[in-house]
């Protein structure tokens, strides 16, 4: 009979879950204290800006604080009794962009056994949905919808605009491309939607908004004058044109 494999915890670690809420409970005190003491000269544009700053660091530690839960709670006998795994000495530290910004955590690593098959597995990160790449979940699904409306650049302006931050031109275009994938075998495995009828609709752009003014379109509906004899082009075309106003 195995022995039962409790969760690997890290109670010497500065990221434990302890010293996180601790850290909490303290930024509640700051944001509470921010809020309600004098601000001479202040505007409200400013308070907002700082009060945004202060709540999005306590996103981050709520963030963190589930994930180093997460981890602590893990029991990792699932894999280890298969015998196929063995825990790899130490946590491994790693980095998750969100919303609120950059999240620390740490996490088990698993490394397999089999010499044929070499490499492992994070356990923590399988079980939440986490990627190699470094995003959040949300973080790569609002980036790649902008970029299938927008150029990648504009996405990642847009993006900035409302978070301060934003990943690259190159990660959101790796990640539409990672998610671009799926599309054939999901467009072929996907069910019309209710009521839909037989008409194809096509977008494209056109172009750009009409600047020409009343007296220029009068210019270009009128009658076309005689091409005047020269020397050459070149210069039947700049005696042409000495003579147009724009």
């Given at each position: ?13 500065s990221?434990s879950?302890v010293?996180?809420?601790?850290k909490?409970?303290?930024e509640c005190e ?8 004098e601000?001479?000269?202040i505007?409200?544009l ?13 996103g ?23 015998g196929l795994y ?13 919303v609120f910004?950059?999240?620390?955590y740490?996490r088990t ?24 790449d ?6 790569i ?16 302006k ?6 301060d ?8 275009e ?9 599309a ?6 996907a069910?019309?939607p209710?009521?839909?009828g037989?008409?194809?609709?096509i ?8 600047t020409a ?7 270009r509906s009128?009658k ?6 020269g020397c ?7 005696k ?7």
């Amino acid at each position: 009979m195995s022995a039962e494999i409790v969760p690997i915890s890290d109670k010497n670690s500065s990221l434990s879950v302890v010293k996180i809420i601790e850290k909490i409970r303290m930024e509640c005190e700051n944001i509470i204290h921010f809020c309600t003491q004098e601000h001479e000269g202040i505007t409200f544009l400013q308070f907002e800006k700082e009060l945004w700053k202060l709540l999005s660091y306590m996103g981050i530690l709520y963030i963190q604080l589930f994930l180093m839960s997460s981890h602590e709670r893990l029991n990792y006998s699932q894999w280890l009794n298969m015998g196929l795994y063995y825990v790899r000495k130490g946590p491994v530290s790693k980095t998750v962009k969100t919303v609120f910004g950059k999240v620390s955590y740490c996490r088990t690593y698993l490394v397999r056994k089999d010499s044929i098959k070499k490499g492992g597995f994070y356990p923590l990160d399988m079980m939440l949905g986490l990627t190699a790449d470094g995003f959040s979940p949300s973080i790569i699904s609002q980036a790649t919808r902008l970029a299938t409306r927008v150029s990648f650049l504009t996405s990642v302006k847009i993006f900035g605009y409302f978070y301060d931050w934003s990943p690259s031109t190159e990660s959101v275009e790796k990640s539409v491309s990672g998610l671009g994938r799926e599309a054939g075998g999901y467009m072929e495995v996907a069910v019309a939607p209710e009521g839909d009828g037989e008409v194809l609709i096509i977008e494209a752009d056109g172009k750009a908004t009409p600047t020409a003014t009343d007296e220029e379109l009068e210019k270009r509906s009128g009658k076309r004058g005689k091409n005047k004899k020269g020397c050459c082009q070149r210069h039947r075309g700049k005696k042409k044109r000495k003579g147009k106003k724009r």
